[in-house]
T-cell receptor
Framework: SQKIEQNSEALNIQEGKTATLTCNYTNYSPAYLQWYRQDPGRGPVFLLLIRENEKEKRKERLKVTFDTTLKQSLFHITASQPADSATYLCALVATGGFKTIFGAGTRLFVKA | SAVISQKPSRDICQRGTSLTIQCQVDSQVTMMFWYRQQPGQSLTLIATANQGSEATYESGFVIDKFPISRPNLTFSTLTVSNMSPEDSSIYLC????????????FGSGTQLSVL
């Protein structure tokens, strides 16, 4: 069956360090992969999109890598800040489709 | 970008009743979707709201339980019918824009509690 797996354990890091979150998927042929941020009581907010033929994407302090052989994406936040504390969701859209399917998310806590 | 207004933001309902959730987008969008999110869980796609025709439901969701309307390109409703406590969840409206036809925009969600 199709699965998108994110680390269910919360990630606790110190301010200024790099946070790295993992997204693994099985039985998908993704056209592209996205990362969203979700704060409590709010809907997800789009952060970055990476396509199947791209290895890496950057946006300010954010970096996403995509390895279709390993079926894995890594999401990095450099120089993390307490304001980065949130749940980060990985999402896939399959080749030829339009529906966005989400992982359960990883909660990130950045301590000052 | 698109701004999505969703209401109500929360409600407490009695078993057996129905609740209609409204979703208004500030611009025309190509596609609208309804998701459900239970605590600590991923977003589960309920259906794609199709403009002018019946919604397309995902496995495990049926029209009688979750009727959806989309009368135009900026508005949709989701009704949760004949509610039971198992329907307690957050319901999220989302849209995919015409200019940004890959990323999703979300409303703030409706927190539903069924007693």
């Amino acid at each position: 069956s199709q699965k998108i797996e994110q680390n269910s354990e919360a990630l606790n890091i110190q301010e200024g360090k790099t946070a790295t979150l993992t997204c693994n998927y099985t039985n998908y042929s993704p056209a592209y992969l996205q990362w969203y941020r979700q704060d409590p009581g709010r809907g997800p907010v789009f952060l970055l999109l990476i396509r199947e033929n791209e290895k890496e994407k950057r946006k300010e302090r954010l970096k996403v890598t995509f390895d279709t052989t390993l079926k894995q994406s890594l999401f990095h936040i450099t120089a993390s800040q307490p304001a980065d504390s949130a749940t980060y969701l990985c999402a896939l859209v399959a080749t030829g489709g339009f529906k966005t399917i989400f992982g359960a998310g990883t909660r990130l806590f950045v301590k000052a | 970008s698109a701004v999505i207004s969703q209401k109500p933001s929360r409600d407490i309902c009695q078993r057996g009743t129905s609740l209609t959730i409204q979703c208004q987008v500030d611009s025309q969008v190509t596609m609208m979707f309804w998701y459900r999110q239970q605590p600590g869980q991923s977003l589960t796609l309920i259906a794609t709201a199709n403009q002018g025709s019946e919604a397309t439901y995902e496995s495990g969701f049926v029209i009688d339980k979750f009727p959806i309307s989309r009368p135009n390109l900026t508005f949709s409703t989701l009704t949760v019918s004949n509610m039971s406590p198992e329907d307690s969840s957050i319901y999220l409206c989302s849209a995919m824009g015409t200019a940004t036809n890959e990323k999703l925009f979300f409303g703030s969600g409706t927190q539903l509690s069924v007693l």
